[in-house]
Nanobody
Framework: QVQLVESGGGLVQPGGSLRLSCAAS????????MGWYRQAPGKQRELVAH???????NYADAVKGRFTISRDNAKNTVYLQMNSLKPEDTAVYYC????????WGQGTQVTVSS
């Protein structure tokens, strides 16, 4: 069974940056499209960005131009570079398969606050 481990979250001021990482436990990772999702308190989990096995990307309108998703198949890792962070980006961030998320890690908390 594939396991996913997210890391890189933390507390950052508005306008700051963070880089999230998601490491998969198995090499089959490279065959799957992957997505970053987030869940804010009291809200449903939503898709933030996804990347295909070939590297094509797409973003939610709320993060377009600020976030960048990338992947390193040799390291079984997907990244989310988050710039110009806003308080409304505060959430627990998860990675999973896309378009059908079937495995969830523990997530990583991102808090944007002054």
């Amino acid at each position: 069974q594939v396991q996913l481990v997210e890391s890189g979250g933390g507390l950052v001021q508005p306008g700051g940056s963070l880089r999230l990482s998601c490491a998969a436990s198995r090499s089959i990772f490279s065959f799957y499209a992957m997505g970053w999702y987030r869940q804010a308190p009291g809200k449903q989990r939503e898709l933030v960005a996804h990347i295909t096995s070939g590297g094509s990307t797409n973003y939610a309108d709320a993060v377009k131009g600020r976030f960048t998703i990338s992947r390193d198949n040799a390291k079984n890792t997907v990244y989310l570079q988050m710039n110009s962070l806003k308080p409304e980006d505060t959430a627990v961030y998860y990675c999973s398969t896309y378009p059908s998320p079937v495995i969830w890690g523990q997530g990583t908390q991102v808090t944007v606050s002054s």
